[in-house]
């Protein structure tokens, strides 16, 4: 036992009623810790344990172990993490941990899986809390993917792949000197460890290990992964865009609710330059990393926003049990320099004495639709709109001192399944719109129509104009209202025979708004706006010689009052209403009405699962600009005598 | 001979559509995406083809689903995301490939395509990694869109 640091830490200042006899026995089977390092072997402990006891100095047994990783520091020696700001909940068991051979706990993962077992072990901990910044946040990623697959994790700017071909291609050549060495290091029997091959280190979240195993069982909850990265490093958001990838789990057994938010991304307005880094310590010296650890751990005591599928099995909190349970303290001060800008003005949006409300099993606001196999989520717009309404100003998926990161305006219901559809399936539905009156109030654009209670009918008038248009004479078309008949009249065609690909058809077209627009002022406007355009300024596409900006509907508006000629897309040459009554109030009205109401509530939603500022995809969408149209598409029934074309494929049709 | 009575069966069952020009499409055509940001479709007949790719950073290979009609979907529109998006998020958000297959139906098969395109497309932001990274560049996006606008009609 002589060879078993650490242990001398457990009754250390920091922890008054710690009593190291007791843990003497759990821990008598460990191993010591392997050596592996570059350099020569560290004799330093790596691991630190303080139990949570009641009065009479007895291991209060149960309720959560918080294990903090710490990150490589800039020392030889890595500190320990997180002591000051854990201190504010002394009802938790913490183990802290720090891998002195700075490998990203890698090769010597099972033995400090080893030691997180024997610590849970000890205080009798139920649930599982990892913690950690930069390395650490790599470790506690690592080791609860590996070992432990029930904990739940808040990771700061961490890595998500250490393998040098990762690295190479993401260009991140960051302490080198130990993560080549963890590559590239033949440290044969160096390590107590027999996975310790190049070949068996994990070194890549992604490929080297398989979050699934952290995917929810219906006997247990799905854990809680929050990755949370600075949108100013690039590094570190290259890392967290790598994790987001894995942010969602299918769940087939579950219809209503079929993804699991495996991992959750949360990015943060964090400083730039060399503490770009170092977004813990940002977070902490304003006074924001308290009101996450506080949502987290409020979270995981009663299962809140543990991932989708777990929604189901939570059980309502009540006041007496949230107060019981929750491993916060109010009175607990922050006493060194770290926690001094702690505002306690907003604990009461954290606060445990107001009711802590059950999840949300499902929100009216999103189902899903079984398309061949795959749960497709189905939004209702009237449902989006309204929650999109409630959106506050600003970046609100940016963390900031009076709007923390986790208050996204739509419930977590929805942007799992919007995530999803973005990143898994492709496509979402949308359900149509029933209630005229609403929707036109709330509505940013209410020059354009909304779409009536009776958006079938409206659907349906479309369909028959379409119909009624495909019916005509081919001749007539050709001659009235194609390209070259529009042409001869310095307008654009509305008619066209689609037959681009293996599939002909009788495609009409219109444009959201039928006005002109000149291409010189197109051009001109180019210019301006590519010099008012903050992210064009800074944008690093420095080779890109054509012009990024397009004519909005205030270009083509301007240029109609101008009265310079010229069609950019806009001006279509209709069918005279003689001809086809209602066609064009038909079709324009549908298009309008798309592009006012559900166009931006669409936006809007990317905006929110994408955690973009607001505003950030619907600006650069205004309703009715220059490149928006709707294009109707009628095929023609397959004829009996017309096999041939039956199961061709088309690949520029809808 | 059971063999030879399997692939007989089959090539009856499936003759109207085992054609030359049928056999090549579906081996190559492998769809297409949109230019704008977002599409709106709405259509009374089958034969929209989804790629899906879910999965195939495990290995599985992308396969295509097909979407019933709007009727069938209780009236929703699809949402399908196109290249502008995609540029914005740095392919984040790949854009969906899509193509149409003519099915067999008595009746003629409308759809109604609203394209929701952007004004101007910026790099995306830092969060997405840095530019460059799509598919397609600013350049090539702003190229189609302008065809799509304004030449092919």
């Known amino acids: 036992m002589a060879s078993w640091v650490g242990y001398d830490e457990i009754s250390s200042t920091d922890m008054e009623n710690s009593n190291g006899d007791q843990l003497d026995d759990v821990l008598l089977d460990l191993s010591p810790r392997p050596y592996w390092r570059p350099e020569p072997a560290s004799t330093h402990s790596d691991w630190r344990l303080i139990l949570h006891r009641d009065t009479e100095e007895q291991v209060v047994t149960g309720g959560i172990l918080v294990v903090a990783f710490a990150g490589l520091g800039n020392s030889d020696k ?48 139920t649930k599982l809390v990892f913690f950690g910044a930069s390395a650490g946040g790599w470790g506690a990623l690592l080791l609860q993917a590996l070992f432990f697959p029930e904990a739940h994790v808040a990771a700061f700017s961490p890595q998500a792949f250490l393998d040098a071909a990762t690295r190479v291609n993401e260009e991140d050549d960051r302490w080198a000197p130990y993560v080549n060495h963890l590559n590239k290091c033949s440290c044969s029997g160096a390590v107590n460890d027999d996975e310790s091959t190049v070949a068996g280190m994990p070194l890549n979240l992604l490929h080297d290990v398989s979050l699934a195993v952290a995917a929810p069982s219906p006997q247990r909850p799905p854990p809680r992964v929050e990755v949370h990265y600075n949108l100013n490093h690039y590094l570190d958001a290259r890392h967290a865009t790598y994790l987001r990838r894995l942010e969602f789990e299918p769940r087939k057994d579950c219809e209503s609710m079929p993804t699991v938010l495996r991992v959750r991304c949360v990015p943060h307005d964090g400083p730039v330059g060399d503490e770009a880094h170092a977004l813990a310590k940002h977070l902490r010296n304003h006074g924001v990393l308290v009101h996450i650890l506080d949502a987290f751990l409020l979270g995981v005591v009663d299962n809140r926003r543990c991932g989708i599928g777990s929604l189901a099995t939570t ?196 444009a959201v708004e039928d006005v002109p627009v000149s291409l010189d002022s197109v051009k001109d406007r180019n210019k301006s706006k590519s010099s008012e355009k903050g992210l064009d300024s800074s944008a690093t596409n420095t080779n890109e010689s054509v012009p990024n900006v397009a004519p909005s509907a205030a270009d083509v508006t301007a240029a109609a009052m101008s009265g310079r000629g010229g069609c950019l897309g806009k001006c279509h040459l209709w069918p005279e209403p003689h001809v086809l009554p209602g066609f064009r109030d038909a079709l324009h009205g549908y298009a309008q009405a798309l592009s006012g109401d559900a166009g931006p509530a669409v936006l809007g939603l990317l905006e929110e699962a994408l955690c973009l500022p607001r505003d950030y995809l619907s600006s650069k969408c205004s309703p009715g600009n220059a490149l928006s149209y709707l294009t109707t598409r009628v095929y023609p029934p397959a004829s009996p005598g017309d096999d041939s074309a039956a199961g061709t494929l088309g690949m520029r049709m809808q | ?126 969060a997405f990694g840095p530019p460059g990274r799509s598919t397609k560049s600013l350049g090539d996006w702003w190229e189609r869109a302008v065809a799509v606008s304004g030449a092919v009609l």
């Open chain 1, 78 to 125: 890595p500190a320990y993490e997180f002591e000051s700001v854990l201190k504010r909940y002394p009802q938790t068991h913490k183990l802290f941990l720090r891998d002195s051979n700075l490998q990203w706990y890698v090769p010597n993962r099972k033995w400090f899986a080893s030691v997180i077992r024997a610590a849970s072990a000890a205080s009798g901990a």
């Open chain 1, 315 to 510: 059980l309502p909190i009540t006041k007496s049990t949230a107060e019981s349970t929750l491993p916060h303290s109010s009175s607990a001060t922050a006493t060194d320099s770290g926690d001094t800008n702690v505002d306690n003005s907003m604990d009461s949006k954290y606060d445990i004495s107001q009711e802590a409300t059950p999840c949300a099993e499902e929100t009216p606001l999103v189902d899903y639709e079984d398309v061949n196999g795959i749960l497709v989520p189905r939004f209702d717009l009237d449902l989006l709109c309204a929650a999109l309404q409630s959106r506050p100003s600003g970046d609100v998926a940016i963390s900031t001192r009076d709007e923390p990161c986790l208050r996204p305006a739509l419930p977590d219901a929805a942007l799992s399944a919007a995530r999803y559809a973005l990143s898994e399936v492709g496509f979402f539905l949308l359900r149509p719109s029933s209630d005229e009156s609403e929707l036109s109030e709330s509505g940013d654009h209410a020059n354009f129509p909304s779409f009536s209670p009776a958006t079938e009918q409206r659907v349906a008038e479309c369909y028959a104009q379409c119909a009624a248009m495909a019916a005509m004479p081919l001749a007539q078309k050709q001659d009235s209202w194609s390209l070259e008949a529009a042409r001869a009249r310095g307008l654009l065609g509305g008619w066209r025979r689609g037959e681009t690909d293996l599939i002909y058809c009788d495609s009409f077209r219109c």
């Open chain 2, 1 to 126: 001979m059971f063999l030879f009575s399997v692939v007989a069966c089959l090539l009856y069952e499936y003759a109207h559509v085992l054609t030359l020009s049928n056999i090549l499409s579906n081996f190559f055509s492998t769809g297409s995406t949109d230019t704008e940001m977002i599409t709106f479709l709405h259509f009374d007949s089958p034969g929209l083809e989804v790629l899906i790719n879910r999965g195939h950073e495990h290995g599985d290979s992308p396969y295509w689903i097909q979407l019933p009609a709007a009727q069938a979907l209780g009236g929703s529109w699809a949402v399908i995301f196109g290249d502008a998006l995609a540029i914005l998020t740095n392919s984040a958000i790949p854009a969906t490939v899509h193509r149409v297959r003519r099915l067999p139906l008595p009746k003629s098969r409308t759809s109604l395509v609203m394209f929701i395109a952007s004004d101007y497309i910026v790099p995306p932001p830092a």
